[in-house]
């Protein structure tokens, strides 16, 4: 079995991932492949994985298994692993599932088409060097399933950070910049494709250039894609708030396509433990930077990411955590227990939060933001809002669903054709996760 066929695609884990998985699908595609939705009919089944916390780990195993199960019941299929587990664990795994062909880390997937077609030739092939920075080779082709109103462009690749809980520097490698021009021309190419909404991506976004001579700086490349006529609204992930400088926040008072909302990680309200995390800011400065924000845009929308339990986190620590969902107006947040990752510095530290303990803290955080949610949502009923609208909901006929600058999701009762317009939609009741309206004008 050489050659092109049918491939499945199998991703887990980030934004990123899921973009990687859109350039090999390109690259695939190229080469005559075609993608399948059933991986029963599939030649080639690729898993993208993560490796950020062991669930993430875990979901790969049983995904793997599933696969590995219809290759020893017979079906001719390729299997492959890719993205962040494969990098930190390559060998391992081609040791533990005989069935696995082919493993590869994100470095790997502009070669996605050389290192498959090595596996069709009955190798086991195993490829996890991290390529050169200097000219690193960003692919430009644009996923061939782009559809829908929102898009991804990744922007940077890696993590130079050295935060002390975090694998990504691990599976990622060192960082690089992408070309501004590449990206401006990637941008324009998805709304050409009907794109709207675009997200730029990279692990610490705010860095982005200042490694590279000659490129822009991150507030250079906002006003640079800013102009690409026909963007409707710019989005950016993830943001640090060390490097989160006065030219950033400054687009935020002249891009008006720039959304308001914004993802700004904090991690922890303590400042001893944002110390021990390494992330080189106090909880004064994150008040600080969020305040300037909110000057420069007054409706601006934050989310964060949080972790409970860190090594050392007290019941002191943790209220500061908790004091600053109020301090800073958390609408929406990711929050994970903390969970020790192979090779990382927090590895070191000894003084283990009993896990009931983090567990009681993560559902008092998860309680109290939703809460915030519920509340922020309520406060837009009888109020106007501009959305642009996705398309049918996944939960009920005749509704469709829209997102705002600010990313609250609205449902009202409305046609499918709507996908793709700009809808003026009044508010009339607020949920934990989205907004219920009816349309006022097209
Ligand atoms: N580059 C991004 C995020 C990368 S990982 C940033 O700097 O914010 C996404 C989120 O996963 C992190 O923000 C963190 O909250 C969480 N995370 C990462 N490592 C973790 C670990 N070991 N345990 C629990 N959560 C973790
Ligand atoms: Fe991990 Fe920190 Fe880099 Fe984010 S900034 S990817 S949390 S090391
Ligand atoms: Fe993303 Fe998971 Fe890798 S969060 S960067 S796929 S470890």
Not at 231 to 246: F, I, K, N, Q
Request: hydrophobic letters at 40%.
């Amino acid at each position: 079995m050489d050659g092109a066929g049918r491939v499945y695609f199998h991703t887990l884990g980030c934004q990123m991932n899921e973009v990687d998985t859109g350039k090999m699908r390109a690259r695939l595609t190229a080469q005559g492949w075609v993608t399948t939705d059933d991986p029963g009919l599939a030649d080639l089944v690729l898993v993208n994985t993560c490796s950020v916390r062991e669930k993430a780990v875990d979901k790969m195993r049983s995904v793997l298994g599933s696969y590995r199960m219809a290759r020893r019941f017979g079906q001719r299929v390729t299997i492959g692993v890719a993205g962040c587990v494969a990098q930190e664990r390559g060998a391992e795994l081609l040791e533990r599932y005989p069935e696995v062909d082919l493993v590869f880390g994100p470095d790997g997937v502009n070669r996605v088409d050389e290192l498959v077609a090595r596996a069709q030739r009955g190798e086991r092939v195993m490829d996890t060097t991290f390529l050169d920075l200097d000219g690193y080779p960003f692919s430009d082709e644009i996923d061939p399933a782009t559809t829908g109103v929102a898009g991804f462009v990744t922007i940077q690749k890696g993590c130079d950070n050295k935060c002390t809980f975090c694998i990504v520097p691990a599976t990622r490698g060192a960082e690089a910049s992408r070309p501004a021009d590449a990206i401006v021309a990637e941008v324009a190419a998805l709304v050409a494709r009907g794109i709207k909404d675009v997200t730029l991506l990279g692990q610490n976004v705010n860095s982005y250039g200042l490694k590279r001579v000659g490129e822009k700086t991150f507030a250079e490349l906002l006003r640079a894609v800013h102009e690409v006529p026909g963007l409707e609204v710019l989005r950016y992930t993830t943001s640090h708030p060390r490097d989160m400088g006065p030219d950033v926040v400054q687009c935020y008072a002249d891009l008006p396509k720039l959304a308001s909302h914004l993802h700004l990680p904090v991690q922890s309200g303590s400042n001893r433990v944002l110390k021990r995390m390494k992330r080189y800011y106090t909880r004064e400065h994150f008040l600080d930077v969020v305040a300037q924000l909110r000057k420069a845009r007054p409706d601006l929308v934050l989310s964060t990411d949080i972790i409970v339990g860190f090594p050392g986190e007290t019941d002191e620590d943790f209220e500061q955590t908790m004091s600053l969902l109020d301090d800073a107006g958390f609408v929406t947040s990711f929050s994970f227990k903390y969970n020790p990752r192979p090779g990382t510095p927090a590895l070191k530290l000894k003084d283990e939060v009993d896990p009931a303990v983090a567990s009681a803290r993560l559902t008092r955080w998860q309680d109290a933001q939703r809460e915030r949610s519920l509340q922020f949502h309520r406060s837009l009923e009888g109020s106007v809002v501009r959305a642009l609208v996705e398309g049918a909901s996944r939960h009920d006929e005749g509704v469709v669903a829209g997102r705002t600058s600010a990313f609250t999701m609205v449902n009202f009762p409305g046609s499918p054709e709507l996908a793709g317009s700009f809808v003026d939609v009044r508010v009339t009741r607020g949920f934990t996760h989205s907004c219920r309206g009816e349309l006022v004008g097209a």
